[in-house]
């Protein structure tokens, strides 16, 4: 089924068909509806291959000035990347994807203090930025704003609630493979010390994994209770250590931590793995001795990207109904605090 019989039976032109069943505004509605009522009668199916190679021709006609992806902050700065070692490995990692596709980043500062969401739009409008790439939001539970809504949009994390596709890290599967890492070892009473934070930003799937494993391996619930911290301080830890005595410290905290949970240990004097294991995870675990799972950031900013891509060659702009979630596993570090062997 070819485009000029579609076109002949419309008493249209190729071209105006080849843009009507790609949904180009460019067609009048009603001409688009008829076109495409015209090719579910004759049976009409796209040549997969075809078209993307069509899609791959129209990218690179592309002028430069449109092959560009914003990266938006809503942090309280216009590139919390430079300052923060985890996001700045994610913005590599989407700089890196971006270029080997043909694309450039480029920052905007939704809380510029001179900045209103209108005028951000119109200057996202007049550069025909379709593409929106954000690094989620210091705020949990924060709305992305309704006047950005008609672009493709992909963010990272689960901080904004509204539906989005999305890149995470892959927390339920990260938990339940650390957990199973230290019961090869031989450890059998695992205890769980996380940041409040991490809780609430993993939507509690660290506690859920945690008391699920407990019941399903060692066949009852988990019989250490968690200590939950908002910050990471000695008496509470100490005091929960003494009580219960663990066999392994399951540590899930911010990188920024893992110095005070270190000083801790060693003023406790707990010497892992001899004394007792630590298994952390943690945004990053460069620099530490400890054993544990850290993000693979890089990862995430090339997710991030591809999902943007095939976004917009789906031609898929606006709020999703039915959101895509890409979900990217930690990388186990080996680390010097958990034994090397079964006991």
């Known amino acids: 089924m070819s485009l000029r019989r579609i076109a002949a039976e419309a008493g249209v032109s190729p071209s105006t068909v080849s843009l009507a069943l790609r949904h180009s505004p460019k067609i ?11 090719a579910k009668r004759l049976g009409y199916r796209p040549d997969g291959k075809l078209t993307e190679l069509m899609a791959h021709l129209r990218l690179a006609r592309t002028p430069k ?11 309280p700065d216009a590139r919390p990347w430079t300052h ?13 994807r971006a270029e080997a596709l043909g694309y450039r980043l480029e920052p905007f500062w939704l809380r510029e203090p001179s900045m209103t969401l209108r005028r951000m739009r119109s200057i ?19 709305a992305w704003p309704a006047e950005l809504d008609h672009y493709a949009i992909v963010t990272q994390g689960l901080s904004i609630k ?82 219960h005595r663990p066999d392994v410290l399951l540590f899930v905290h ?16 707990l010497r892992a ?6 298994a952390v995870i943690s945004q990053s675990l460069g620099g530490t001795e400890f054993s544990g799972l850290q993000e693979n950031q890089h990862l995430l900013g090339s997710w991030a990207v591809e999902l943007l891509v095939a976004r917009l060659m789906n031609r898929d702009f606006g709020i999703p109904a039915n959101p895509r979630i890409e979900m990217v596993e930690r990388e186990w570090i080996a680390g010097r605090t958990l034994r090397a062997t079964p006991a």
């Open 162 to 243: 509204t539906p989005l596709h999305r890149v995470v890290s892959h927390v339920y599967n990260d938990m339940w493979r650390l957990l199973d890492k230290v019961h090869s070892l031989g450890y059998r009473r695992p205890g769980l010390v996380i940041g409040r934070y991490e809780e609430e930003r993993s939507a509690h799937a660290y506690l859920s994994v945690y008391l699920g494993w407990s019941h399903l391996v060692l066949g009852s619930p988990a019989a250490i209770p968690v200590l939950q911290l908002e910050r990471v301080e000695e008496q509470p830890i100490a005091s929960w250590y003494a009580q």
């Open 28 to 38: 009048p509605a009603a001409t688009r509806a008829r076109i495409l009522k015209i």
């Open 254 to 269: 911010h990188y920024d931590a893992l110095p005070s949970f270190e000083a801790i240990l060693r003023r406790q004097k």
């Open 84 to 96: 923060s070692l985890h996001l700045t490995r994610i913005y590599e990692g989407m700089a890196a």
């Open 65 to 75: 000035n449109e092959a560009c992806f914003g990266v938006v902050s809503l942090y």
């Open 124 to 142: 996202l409008d007049a550069r025909g930025i379709q593409g929106l790439l954000c690094f989620g939001s210091p705020q949990l539970d924060e």
């Open 273 to 278: 793995p001899r004394d007792v294991g630590v």
